[in-house]
């Protein structure tokens, strides 16, 4: 697959919900979200130049019309979806995008920010351009002129993000990957999380069992737990739901992680092991 082709389209759903060029702000929004996504780390590489509404790229502008004309190609593109890294970036423009001021549409507050930034380091690279030359600029070759105020909180965002003094920002391995790719990955995760807190979940319970064995139990029935008879009313009361409690905690921990008498399929075989001694322990009071 084009993987320019997906990057446009699965962008362009995410922030709309759908995609479609079938107004002019469209095809604006457009223009400029790409151009954006680009300097933020999303490199679809396409090359823009200088537009009376901004940077313009006209091989972005056919391949989003490629797409448009395609069902079959939305629908193929439909079971793909953005990495969350990809994401985090989307998100990031689009905290920009609430940022903007009052007097102006978000597709033309996307244009003012591509705009400074192409300025600054594409059309005029140089330590020279500030918000006042931009403005100049601005007022002489764009349709529309912005005001002073607005240029400058625009100025200050991409300041904000660096990309005053630096040109893109690092750009992630990939941009999609499958659904069931996704899941894989959600399900990796949970098993590395599963095998970092075996251990310390054994140790735990070791510790508590240990605790009531020696700190709390009679010397005569910590050494015999087949004895507990011989406690007192009140302390059996006490000792036997905590012993239940822990009992329960370790039959749960095993069941989630999955851990049978020859099963260690998130831990290490001494992880196994005193699991299920601690169990057969438990289960003998």
Not at 27 to 55: E, K, S
Not at 229 to 241: A, E, F
Not at 248 to 255: A, H, N, Q
Request: with cysteine.
């Amino acid at each position: 697959m084009n993987q320019r082709l997906i990057g446009i389209y699965l962008v362009m759903k995410e922030l709309l919900g759908s995609f479609s060029l079938n107004s002019f702000d469209n095809r604006l929004f457009l223009q400029r979200t790409i151009y954006l996504l680009q300097i933020l780390g999303i490199d679809l590489r396409f090359r823009f130049a200088w537009h009376l509404r901004g940077p313009h790229s006209d091989a972005l502008a056919l391949c989003a019309f490629e797409i448009n004309s395609s069902e079959k190609m939305k629908t193929d593109f439909n079971s793909l979806i953005l990495r969350p890294e990809v994401l985090q970036i989307l998100e990031r423009l689009v905290q920009w995008m609430e940022k903007k001021p009052t007097d102006l549409s978000k597709s033309r507050w996307l244009e003012l920010l591509s705009s400074i930034h192409y300025l600054k380091h594409i059309s005029q690279p140089s330590p020279s351009v500030t918000p006042i030359s931009v403005r100049k600029y601005l007022k002489i070759t764009n349709t529309l002129e912005f005001c002073e105020q607005d240029i400058r909180a625009a100025w200050e965002v991409l300041n904000e993000a660096g990309l005053i003094d630096y040109k893109t920002l690092p750009r992630p391995e990939t941009l999609y990957e499958s659904n069931k790719q996704q899941e894989l990955n959600t399900k990796k995760t949970a098993i590395e999380q599963k095998q970092e807190m075996l251990p310390s979940t054994i140790k735990l319970a070791e510790d508590a069992v240990v605790y009531l064995k020696h700190a709390v139990l009679p010397a005569a029935v910590a050494n015999d737990p087949n004895q507990l008879h011989v406690l007192s009313d009140d302390i059996t009361t006490i000792i036997n739901p905590v012993l239940k409690r822990i009992l329960d905690d370790l039959l749960f921990v095993r069941d989630e992680f999955e851990l049978g008498q020859d099963n260690c399929k998130y831990g290490n075989v001494e992880s196994c092991c005193r699991m299920n001694q601690l169990i057969r322990y438990l289960k003998g009071k």
